[in-house]
């Protein structure tokens, strides 16, 4: 552990928000798919004389820090195989089955259908536009 005080002093946050950007070679199929099919709410939009970026909303932010021996793990649970890159974006949803379904129809390649992990969710792993690999989780609780 550390022994480096955080930026911000008191009880604030260092951080303010955690913004993750992704450079999609194919910018409307990307818009497309992360906004009208999963849902994130646009921000806001913006365009410079080269192009252009749309700031989606994607609720609470967390970062999660992980070893390879522990991500080898969750690709196991989730996929089977070791499957995941040094990136990974996990989207909480209510129905991860239904989302997994709708984002394929949209496009996204499904690596492995949702499966109960041991940390109870229900998990499933999509290759998607922006060469993004994610996984969909949906918090199933104690009483499932």
Known sequence: MSDAAPAASGNEPAVRELRLVVTADDYEEALHFYRDVLGLTERGAFASPGGRVTILEAGRATLEITDPGNAAFI?????GRRVAGH?????QVDDSTATTAALAAAGAEVVAEPVRTPWNSLNSR???PGALQLTLFTELGEEQ
């Open 126 to 128: 999509l290759e998607a």
């Open 87 to 91: 990136i990974r974006v996990a989207f």
């Open 75 to 79: 690709d196991e649970v989730e996929v």
